[in-house]
C-alpha cells in the first residue's frame, strides 16, 4: 500500500516562500504521475500543479512562474516550491499519486492521497 506523507507547511508572510515535501512509501513511484492539490476554507479541492513519468509539468494559471514542482525518484520524493507567496494561496496542501504515468488535473483520476500540510500566507 502507497502512503504519501506531506511536510514543509507553515505560517509566511505575503511575498515569502514555502518548500512542500512529498514522500512516498511502501513503491517506488518514478514511473507515476504526481501531482498536488489545495483545499481552502469553505471550497473544494483543486489542482495545483502536476508532474508526469518524464518530469513534464502542468500548472493551474494562478500559480504559474511562482511555484514549481519536481520529484526526486531517488528519494521517492515529489516537492513543491512555493515563491511570491499570496494570502490567497492559503490552504490545505494535499499530495496525490495515480497508478499511470501521465498527468491530468482530475483529481478523480488519483489513486493515493496524503493527509495534506496547512499554508497560511499572511498579508
Known amino acids: 500500500q502507497v502512503q504519501l506523507v506531506e511536510s514543509g507547511g507553515g505560517l509566511v508572510q505575503a511575498g515569502g516562500s514555502l518548500r512542500l515535501s512529498c514522500a512516498a512509501s511502501?513503491?517506488?513511484?518514478?514511473?507515476?504521475?504526481m501531482g498536488w492539490f489545495r483545499q481552502a476554507p469553505g471550497k473544494e479541492r483543486a489542482f495545483v500543479a502536476t508532474?508526469?513519468?518524464?518530469?513534464?509539468?502542468i500548472y493551474v494559471d494562478s500559480v504559474k512562474g511562482r511555484f514549481t514542482i519536481s520529484r526526486d525518484s531517488a528519494k521517492n520524493t515529489v516537492y513543491l516550491q512555493m515563491n511570491s507567496l499570496k494570502p490567497e494561496d492559503t490552504a490545505v496542501y494535499y499530495c496525490?499519486?495515480?497508478?499511470?504515468?501521465?498527468?491530468?488535473?482530475?483529481?478523480?483520476?488519483?489513486?493515493?492521497w496524503g493527509q495534506g500540510t496547512q499554508v497560511t500566507v499572511s498579508s
Open positions: 496525490a499519486a495515480r497508478n499511470a504515468p501521465y498527468a491530468t488535473r482530475v483529481s478523480s483520476l488519483y489513486d493515493y
Open positions: 511502501g513503491r517506488t513511484l518514478s514511473s507515476n504521475a
Open positions: 508532474i508526469d513519468w518524464t518530469s513534464d509539468t
